[in-house]
Structure formats: C-alpha cells, structure tokens
C-alpha cells in the first residue's frame, strides 16, 4: 500500500499486512520526522496504479521506537565580552567630553584676564566689546586731573582734565562739579557734559564750566563722575 506523509508529502511503499488486524501504529517519515497513527485500508488495493510512483524508488517506511523523555539542561551562558566597537565608542565620547571641559577653561581665562590680552593685543578689545564684554570694567583708568577754580566778575568758573590712562578706549559719563565749605560739607553742586563723548587710551580731555552765582560759603570745589 502507499502511505504519504501528511506533513512533505513524501510517499512510502508498504506492506499492508503490518497495519492490518489492529487499530493502526505509529509511524515516522524518515524525511521530516514526523509522526502520525497509520491504519490499514479496509479494503485490498485494486489494480496497481496506486503503487506506481513519479519515476523514483519510494523509501521505505520506518517505524522506528519512540525515544524516551529526555530533560535536558541548557548550559550556563557566558557573559559576552565587550565589543571594540563599543569600547571605541566610549572612549570617543570621553574625549569629547575632556575637549569640552578644555574649551570652557581656556575661555574662562581668556576672559577673565581680558585686560592683559587687550594689552598684549590691542585689536581684542573690539572683539571683547562685540561679545558685550568690555576688556575693562567702565571707568577703568578715567581719571579727574588738575582742577583749578577761579573767580570771575560774574561767579565762579572750574576748569579740569580728564585723563584716560587704560588701554582701551572709555566713554565719558557727565561730570558733577560740587561747591563745599570750610566744613567740607557740600553746599551746591550741577551735572554737566563731558568734553568728549569718548576718549581713546592715554588721551586727555579739557573741560571748563562756569558756576554762576556760586553759595558765599563755598570754599573748595570737588569734581566726580556723575552716577549714571
């Protein structure tokens, strides 16, 4: 008899009186490995076109003896050692991370110690001023030189410098020329302009203000730079 496996299809030439007389039995292809329960035809084959085949010899059916449940233990898996790529990875973000901390430190110093770059570069204070940093704080090197009162027919007249001795370039906030008396105690004072509206380093300014009619207890004048 031909019996197909039901799984590939594979066809196998058997003897029928091994199935006949009991329920069926157990069997395997032998191409696959599966298995099924094989029962006899109840009727004897006729003819013999069932048995003929597509041109090739049928292997035989084996009906091998079911192996025994067997508990197999997986081995212990090993821990992967770490791949180069990973490690190179690692060490690309490491440096990357000191490249960082290096840049941030360079441009700490730099601007901290703006003033002796500016002196060493004059050009940087203009790059410093871009950035909304100025190589020196406002002021810095402005100074209020040679001041002389005189009396005039009509009041009192202060005359000044104003000298800037940075090395970079200062904007003149306005001047507040005060009157005092022997006391030292302030007894009049005015807001004026300053002579340039920017001095460049190591330039000097004249001003000159008259004080009309000036306090009769006014015995000294104090000139400074007025808030802004």
Partial sequence: MIVRCPVCRT???????????????????????????????????????????????????????????????????????ETPR??????????LVVAVLLALAILAGVMVARGAVVALWPPAARLYALAGFPAEPPRTGLTIEKLVPSRTPDGLLIEGDVANSGKTAQDLPRLRVALRDAAEKEVQFK????????????????????????DDAATGVVVTFAKP
């Fill in 11 to 81: 066809r196998y030439l058997v003897d029928e009186e091994a199935l006949r007389g009991q329920s069926g039995r157990t069997v395997r292809c032998a191409n696959c490995g599966h298995t099924w329960r094989q029962a006899a035809s109840p009727e004897p084959p006729e003819g013999g076109d069932e048995a003929k085949t597509d041109g090739r010899i049928e292997p035989a059916l084996e009906v091998p003896p079911r192996p025994a449940a067997t508990l197999e233990v997986p081995p212990r898996q090993r821990a992967l050692p």
């Fill in 86 to 95: 990973r490690r190179s990875r690692w060490g690309a973000l490491r440096w």
């Fill in 191 to 214: 807001i004026i302009d300053p002579p340039e509206p920017r001095l460049p380093p190591g330039a000097v300014a004249h001003f000159k203000t008259p004080f009309d009619h000036p």
